[in-house]
């Protein structure tokens, strides 16, 4: 309940004024709030998704970092914009701050997240403060901001720059055991690799599908070679690929998405269980199908449409034929090739979007208007219209019942 929420915050926050007041009162080292009672307020507030937590945030930090520069905190009757803290920020702060900046998927905060983490580097090197060093959920989280915002070439640099500090500890020690790398040698995981390619797929740039596609082979190389082993791609990875390459708008991107699935189908029943195929990953290559269907010079012959349903079908018989794999036709997944239809060109476009419908679990609203649409263009014949008629009043029927 967010009245609840905002409640218990407002009651976190009334603890720690008493607590300053105490210690502002006795001046007792003792009973100065510390910087984990900062952090236990700043991390609730990051994780209540309320309207004003990112501000409730930034001014703890700022008050913190201004406590830091002067070491007495504050005087609220010269700068009353600032909160008046009694505690240095360290790298918990920050994540936190950070945190909240990456549940905004705008440039704004993405941008800010970075200049957030380039201030944290440049403090750490002037300082040499093991408190203030960014760790891998530093550079985790702001690659997620950049990561929703498509700031693809800014997250990229990022992980350049978190490549060349490891790669020089590597040549400098001679060992890439990473039970020996000490803890100020951050190790671009999986996780940060991943991130950066979900950066390219929401950049929608043109070369996009490209740059994902290099840094998946990146990917690879670092783990066969031992150098990075921890990075070899998972589903996760594949899918994110697949996604460039759907959103390319092109039948060459398109069938590049569908030999990424088949390759990972095959991994998959060579023992590779990190690219498990799942819905997510046939949705991916659905979609493809979807975005060249109807496109001159792209859908020869109306042929995206009957692609995207074989490969439906292929959902359907890899769960058949395998009791390990979990594969679920769901509503989407024929949503996306009733889509195709509702755009083809093919003469029986109709005939088979209406035969789909009949085979979808849950049909929704977009289910029974992609047929409606794929209707609308027939020019002849009576019997169409008849049909379209009567799928309308079967979805009116439905939303009466509350069943759609």
Known sequence: NKYTLQGCLDHMETILAEAENRYTSTNDDRIRP???????????????????????????????????????????STDSDIRRCWAKPNTITYNGVLFSLARDQGKGCAKEAQEMLKSMKERYQQTNDESIR?????????????????????????????????????????????????????????????????AWANSFQRNAAERSESLLSRMKVLHQTGRNTGVDPDMISVSTVMKCHSQSKSKEGTERAEELLDQAIAMYHKGNWKVKPDSIMFNCALLGWASISGVDGQDQGGMAAERAE?????????????????????????????????????????????????????????????VLHTMTKQTTGTEMVTSAEALFEEMKGLEEKKQL
């Open 134 to 198: 960014p760790d891998d959920v530093t550079y985790g989280t702001v690659l997620h901001a950049l990561a929703q915002a498509g700031m693809a070439h800014e997250a990229e640099s990022i992980l350049d720059s978190l490549e060349d500090d490891y790669n020089s500890f590597i040549e400098q020690s001679g060992s890439n055991e990473q039970n020996l790398i000490p803890e100020s040698v951050v190790i671009p995981g999986l996780t940060i690799y991943n991130s950066v390619l979900n």
């Open 310 to 370: 074989l490969l439906l079908h292929k959902m359907q018989s890899l769960r058949d034929d395998s009791s390990s794999l979990d594969i679920h036709q769901d509503t989407q997944s024929f949503n996306i090739v009733l889509d195709c239809w509702a755009k083809s060109m093919n003469p029986s476009a109709s005939e088979r979007a209406l035969k789909l419908l009949r085979k979808v679990p849950n049909p929704d609203e977009c289910s029974y208007n992609s």
């Open 34 to 76: 510390t910087v984990d009672w900062y952090n236990h307020i700043i991390g609730a507030w990051a994780r209540s998704n309320l309207d004003d937590s990112l501000e409730k945030t930034k001014k703890f930090l700022y008050g913190m970092e201004k406590y830091a520069q002067t070491e007495a905190g504050v005087d609220s």
